[in-house]
């Protein structure tokens, strides 16, 4: 099998937020340094076997919040019908909608056809395959985390939050790891394939600290990001070293190992 289950050990590296005091950064070096690189196109089997071509695009987008949503909106609104397969399902009945409310109750987008409502299928051409808002960004000349849904520019990376008590003050822990099956809630366990603990999609050059640049800098800031760096090229210069590379120094995901 070439995907780890998700419970092997990691390296943790805690700094506070040069930005906030208040807060600390709690990221994974064994992820980070990783060599995973996203496969879609290009040897993903998708989530669900059943649409393979599809990714992880098969269950549709959860928002993070309103503003998430607003955003999506508006970029979607930009979309025209060369770019969009579902332009006109979204003006169905003479009113835009691309959102609608998912099992848990909360706003995701829509599902067309057992897929988000932003997916082009290879039918309407393969310049258009995949995300319209994905091909949108690119058309603009921007990073795709202006006009994708949170978690979608964000995948794989996961930023999560903990409360620790340190002495009499609650200090805000914000966690930046692998979006691993478990962080998908109950229904993780029943994708049918999944890359982060995958062999199949640790194939890059580049770790995953220098590949999601952007999107790191995005979840933290430019100035904790430069720490991060630091750090995470030391430990890359220590994996490459091969007396170092024997020795108990760090932890190596699986899956790139």
Known sequence: MPE???????????FTNPLDSSEIFKCDLTWLTSNWNCTFGNGCKGIDKALPDHGCCSDGAYYFDKADEARVIKAARRLTKDDWQNYSTARKGGRFSVSEIGLDKERKTKKVNKTCVFFNERSFGDENFGCALHHLANR???????????ICWQLPLRRSWESRE???????VVVIGEYTRK?????????????????????????VYVSQKTEL????????????????DLVVKAQQNRKLRSLPLFVLHPASR
């Not at 780890?4 to 805690?14: G, I, L, S, T």
């Not at 603009?140 to 949170?150: A, I, M, R, S």
């Not at 340190?166 to 805000?172: I, K, P, Q, R, S």
Request: hydrophobic share 30%; charged share 30%.
């Open 4 to 14: 780890f289950k998700d419970n092997f050990p990691r390296d943790w590296f805690e």
């Open 183 to 207: 962080a998908w809630g109950a229904g993780g366990e029943d994708l049918d394939w999944y890359c982060t603990s995958n062999s199949e999609a640790h194939t890059s050059s580049i770790p």
């Open 166 to 172: 340190e002495g009499d003050t609650n200090v805000t």
């Open 217 to 232: 800098i995005a979840m933290m800031n430019e100035k904790a990001y430069e720490i991060l760096k630091n750090k995470c």
């Open 140 to 150: 603009d000349g921007v990073h795709f985390k202006e006009t994708k849904p949170d």
